[in-house]
């Protein structure tokens, strides 16, 4: 498995977003299902979000994100960038080895 940290800058102004805000946190939940996603929040300051995942490919990751609401809408980016996980928390090795996936 690779790890990602995903960036989402939004291209609009936040209060343009507010009705599709749900229809992407709903995306989201299809890729935690699948073991993709580990963690997800908006930024402070409004202007998009992070993302940590991990997927088999960035190809594979890139291809997740171009279904989520903010892209199909053009009202955001998605920016991955890959990154060897060496040190964390014990209670995330399963998930950082691969061997946490609900989808099998």
Request: hydrophobic share 40%; proline share 7%.
């Amino acid at each position: 498995m690779k790890h990602f940290i995903v960036e989402i800058t939004y291209t609009v102004p936040f209060e343009q977003l507010k009705d599709i805000v749900p229809l992407h946190r709903q995306f989201l939940e299809e890729g935690y299902q699948r073991g993709l996603l580990l963690c997800s929040g908006p930024l402070p300051s409004r202007t998009g979000g992070i993302v940590v995942a991990r997927a088999a490919s960035l190809e594979e990751l890139q291809d997740f994100f171009e279904r989520d609401p903010y892209h199909l809408q053009d009202i955001a980016t998605h920016h991955c960038v890959e990154f060897e996980p060496v040190k964390h928390q014990a209670f995330l090795s399963a998930w950082v080895s691969g061997a946490e996936n609900p989808a099998g």
